[in-house]
């Protein structure tokens, strides 16, 4: 079945710091993915919208400029944490659909954040 | 408002035993309805889908669920359940014209030997 795959699984960084997460479809491309955040216990919550060659959309309350995302190719997109906090820790995951395979869509297995 | 309810927080069963975890929906667009697992620190893995059809929809693990339209409901089943099956499980609901999924906020499955 189709895989998306993220990178860094796992990543601890010092407050103040930009940390960028990938999530990568492996078998197929994706004109769309999205990025969740989930924090311990709780559901996933959209952040944004993913777009390949165009700007990102973003739900009310994401501040944009803090969580940059960048779809360059149709395998591709990232979100950059900039100057992360330690409120940003959280648990990132990415989702995309299968351009023209139905509305199946895939889930990455998650990045972890920790910022100290 | 679209939102997807998951009344039961947390269940315990009995390896062996069936299990029914209840979703609850609303939505003003014809539903899509998912339904993920997710294992501790885990990303989200597709147990089953439904789009339009046969209400009752087969997964992988044997679960089943089946969409109730008059009862805005999409009830996931497993007639015996194994010890790997604990996990949190999420509901979700979409449409046709949009990839965003609006989440349950999860029932989380704990299973007894």
């Known amino acids: 079945g189709a895989v998306v795959s993220q990178h860094p699984s796992r990543v601890i960084c010092k407050s103040g710091t930009s940390v960028k997460i990938e999530c990568r479809s492996l078998?197929?491309?994706?004109?769309?993915m999205f990025w969740y955040r989930q924090f311990p216990k709780q559901s996933l919550m959209l952040m944004a919208t993913s777009n390949e060659g165009s700007k990102a959309t973003y739900e009310q309350g994401v501040e944009k400029d803090k969580f940059l995302i960048n779809h360059a190719s149709l395998t591709l997109s990232t979100l950059t944490v900039t100057s992360a906090h330690p409120e940003d820790s959280s648990f990132y995951i990415c989702?995309?659909?299968?351009?023209?395979?139905?509305?199946?869509?895939?889930f990455g297995e998650g990045s972890w954040l920790t910022v100290v | 408002a679209q939102s997807v309810t998951q009344p039961d927080i947390h269940i315990t069963v009995s390896e062996g035993a069936s299990l029914e975890l209840r979703c609850n929906y609303s939505?003003?667009?014809?539903?899509?309805l998912f339904w993920y697992v997710q294992s501790p620190g885990q990303g989200l893995q597709l147990l089953l889908k439904y789009f339009s059809g046969d209400t009752l929809v087969q997964g992988i693990k044997g679960f089943e669920a089946e969409f109730k339209r008059s009862q805005s409901s999409f009830n996931l089943r497993k007639p015996s359940v194994h010890w790997s099956d604990a996990a949190e499980y999420f509901c979700?609901?979409?449409?046709?014209?949009?990839?965003?999924?609006?989440f349950g906020t999860g029932t989380r499955l704990q299973v007894f030997p």
């Open positions: 989702s995309a659909r299968v351009s023209g395979g139905g509305n199946t869509i895939y």
């Open positions: 078998d197929f491309q994706a004109t769309t």
């Open positions: 939505y003003g667009a014809t539903p899509y």
């Open positions: 979700a609901v979409g449409s046709y014209n949009t990839d965003k999924l609006i």
